[in-house]
């Protein structure tokens, strides 16, 4: 297999026409930006909308539940400790289970719900925001580039993108990656991936740990 084959596939996030071949396995294809260093799966191996919602109705999260929460801390809480008081906030791509809303009440932030099919309010994409949250979010993107304009829009600036998605090491890892196996994750990142974007937008990278980053807008 070679990268040649899917000449037709831009990347998602920088728009470079220049990759190579990253993996293969028994259903999808990945490739490599050779600008950004995102791996993506081209098009081709991209789900429909319906069969995409219909995997994440399979997973619904109840935005009460401990262990979720728990979960989703490991972005809140270095977040929440980094914000000033009364700042305003978006969980974009929120799930059906919005969390991130309710936890971030308990600390006297108020955030707003957004997604693509359980919170579908595009008013809400009209307003400015303290902070933008994407847990889980961005590896579902098939156009990110599309979506980081809309963020840097709507991000005051000094506001913060937190962004949680498990990260590329290498093509070794890559190969027996667990999380690549999800159809609906079709955007992987890296830390230099990361270092791309900061670099482009002008956004200051903290890496928070090891699924976590922030982007500081200046």
Known sequence: MSADQFD??????????????????????????????????????????????????????DPQDAGYQKFLSRTTEPLFNQLPQGATGLDFGCGPGPAISVMAERHGFKVCNYD???????????????????????????????????????????GILAIMTKRVIDKNAFSRWHYKNDPTHIAFYSVPTFEWIGGRRGWKLQVIDNDVVFFLKD
Do not use: W
Not at 47 to 61: I, M, P, S
Not at 125 to 151: C, G, Q, S, W, Y
């Open 116 to 158: 693509i099919y359980y919170y579908p309010d595009v008013r809400q994409l009209e307003k400015r925001f303290d902070f933008v949250t994407m847990t889980e979010v961005i590896e579902h993107l098939a156009e990110p580039f599309k979506i980081l304009n809309l963020i840097d829009k709507i991000l005051n600036s000094g």
């Open 8 to 61: 037709s596939n831009s990347c998602p996030l920088c728009l470079n026409d220049d990759h190579d071949f990253y993996h293969e396995d028994r259903k999808r294809v990945y490739l490599q930006c050779k600008c950004c260093h995102l791996v993506f799966v081209p098009q081709c191996f991209h789900l429909d909308a319906q069969a995409e919602k219909a995997e994440y109705d399979r997973h619904q999260n």
